[in-house]
């Protein structure tokens, strides 16, 4: 299954994750910066789906997709602060 199928646009970085993933050479953490409504959590469970299509069952891969995976954590800034 193509879990970046779901992320519109940002083709380039769609690409670049695609080929880290398939090479396996994804780093360990990567942050992921753009304007509300930019695709930054969508781009993020694809990779995390992707990477857990690798490694696991089907059934995982749609908890990670969906955001209701143990493994996978969105850590996002508070609404008052500019960092985390």
């Known amino acids: 299954m193509d879990f970046f199928s779901k ?5 380039e970085i769609k690409a670049m994750f695609s080929s880290l993933i398939a ?3 994804l ?11 930019s695709g930054k959590k969508t781009l ?3 990779v995390a ?5 690798k490694n696991a069952d ?4 749609r908890r990670v997709e ?15 602060k500019k960092t985390t």
């Open 58 to 61: 089907a059934q995982m891969c």
């Open 66 to 80: 969906s955001g209701y995976c143990p493994d996978v954590m969105l850590i996002k800034a508070p609404d008052d």
């Open 44 to 46: 993020s469970f694809a």
């Open 49 to 53: 789906a992707t990477l857990a299509q």
């Open 7 to 11: 992320v519109y646009g940002n083709d």
């Open 23 to 25: 090479g396996g050479k």
């Open 27 to 37: 780093a360990h953490a990567y942050l992921i910066c753009g304007a509300e409504g």
